[in-house]
């Protein structure tokens, strides 16, 4: 009886182990990805959609955690980590242009008229692809997707309403050639600064104000000094989700399948959630008192004008910079 129980016990033991070891065998593939916008913004609603697809799609083989608002370091601290593969993803934008040089193109001053527009030409349209020509062989990450994180907007102190309102106007622009190139197209005289600097220097006289997406003057509250928003809409910025190249070869097919459509959906939800997005900031600038104004046709056109002139920079260091161009012209209107 004694060499009975002592046999189940063994056998319960055994038991044990064997389900214990089939559950550590099948827990999740920890996919780790970094970003730099806080919660509730597209970049990082793209990266939550990202995860919750692919879990869906690979049945919970894996799962993606998420690191916004840049808990990782700064945009080319994670962005060197997804290179090396110490992260398997990051989320950034025209960033890694330093990688390959048509990537800034994806933010190409006065180059869509509209959402619609944009996502013929980018959402796997024929000018991101294109702009992504021997990227993976230079940077060692491929790009999953585009997805949009609004059009660039100037909020100022006081309002403009004509072209001569931008002549001398001091606003901050990021420390990038082409936004300080085109602030002197238009006119303007742009202060580079970082934008943790922008609310200092509005306080002290220093700039009139700058320009951003709808949601980032929301989220900053960049209305509650500079209450005068202006839809220039000159400027998409778009964002991407990025993946270590070596790992995305070393998954099996089916693997690299359900990478590549969770991709596309988050890509697609941002999409079609961004007209929504910037209406419901309106919605919030105007119950907070500041002014929107929509400039007239005049005025637009000097600043489309203005956006063409930049595009040199592009023709100095983009071999196939008119093919892209002339992609994104093609499918205007459609």
């Keep these: 009886m004694k060499r009975f129980c002592a046999f189940l016990t063994m056998l319960a033991l055994l038991g044990g182990f064997a389900l214990s070891f089939g ?20 970049e990082t609603i793209s990266m939550h959609k990202f995860g919750d697809y692919l879990k869906e799609l690979s049945k919970g083989k894996y799962e993606v955690k998420v690191y916004p608002n840049s808990q ?5 601290s994670y962005i060197a980590q997804t290179r090396k593969g110490i992260i398997q993803m990051c989320a950034t934008g025209t960033q890694t242009s330093a990688l390959h040089p048509a990537m800034a193109m994806l933010e190409t001053p006065m180059l869509f008229n509209d959402y619609a527009h944009a996502r013929r030409a980018m959402d796997g349209g024929p000018t991101f692809k294109l702009i992504n020509q021997g990227f993976p062989e230079k940077s060692g ?6 997805f949009p994180l609004g059009f660039r907007h100037f909020y100022t102190k006081k309002p403009i309403t004509k072209i001569e309102d931008l ?16 602030a002197k197209e238009c006119g303007i005289n742009g ?33 509650e000094i500079t209450p005068e928003i202006t839809l220039t809409g000159h400027i998409l910025v778009i964002h991407s989700l990025y993946i270590n190249e070596k790992f995305y070869q070393s998954l099996p097919a089916q693997d690299r399948a359900w990478f590549d459509e969770a991709a596309k959906k988050a890509a697609d939800y941002v999409w079609k959630e961004m007209e929504k997005i910037d209406k419901e900031s309106s919605e919030h600038i105007l119950k907070h ?19 063409k002139r930049t ?24």
């Design 167 to 182: 002549k001398g106007l001091r606003l901050r622009v990021p420390n990038i050639p082409l936004y300080i190139r085109f």
């Design 23 to 42: 559950l550590e065998a099948q827990a999740a593939v920890i996919i780790k990805i970094a970003g730099m916008k806080p919660e509730g913004e597209p």
């Design 191 to 223: 202060q580079a600064m970082p934008f943790a600097e922008v609310h200092g220097a509005l306080d002290q006289g220093i700039i009139d104000g700058g320009d951003s997406p709808l949601a980032d003057i929301v989220s900053k509250k960049m209305y």
């Design 72 to 76: 990782l370091g700064k945009e080319d």
């Design 141 to 146: 990450m491929r790009t999953m997707n585009a």
């Design 289 to 307: 008192k500041g002014h929107i104004t929509t400039p007239s046709k005049e005025f637009h056109d000097y600043m489309v004008e203005a956006g």
């Design 311 to 334: 595009w040199d920079l592009f023709r100095e260091t983009v071999p196939n910079c008119q093919e892209i161009l002339d992609s994104a012209a093609a499918l205007a209107d459609k």
